[in-house]
């Protein structure tokens, strides 16, 4: 693969603990939830990041899809839901449901969002990704 861009972020202190982007931009405390047995309270997580990023990304990819096949279409909202569980083998694992409004949009442009977004390619075979397509306009709200 050619790098056509690259960063890189330094975490101190795990789930509890500091997250720096090398620019500054990203200046974050994380905290474990509350239901992974972490303090009471509404913090950030490495879930709350992935879901973000993935969201954003994936929304650009569907994005590029329309423009590339010339389709009209309304604004695009991607929510993205990210389950951290127990696997069989002890470990832990992801789960992904992607929501994508797409208004006047059918199911294959998102499917075909999905073969080329970076944070799928990056997940494909090792975490669950469930599209869920609506066009109405309360999806993530």
């Known amino acids: 693969m050619e790098a056509l861009y690259s960063t890189k972020a330094t975490a101190t202190g795990g789930r509890n603990g500091h ?37 954003a990304c994936f929304d650009n990819a569907l994005l590029m899809i329309i423009r590339t096949q010339k389709v009209k279409a309304g604004t695009t909202t991607t929510t993205a839901h990210v389950s951290m569980g127990k696997l069989d083998n002890g470990g832990y694992g992801l789960a992904v449901t992607l929501e994508v409004n797409v208004p006047g949009v059918a199911q294959q442009l998102v499917e075909a969002a999905h073969e080329v977004c970076p944070y799928s390619n990056a997940i494909r075979g090792n975490v669950n990704v469930e599209l869920v397509v609506t066009t109405n306009a309360t999806v993530g709200a």
């Open 19 to 55: 997250v720096k982007s090398e620019t500054g931009v990203l200046d974050i405390e994380v905290r474990t939830p509350e239901s992974l047995g972490g303090a009471k309270g509404d913090f950030l997580n490495p879930e709350i990041l992935f879901a973000g990023g993935y969201a």
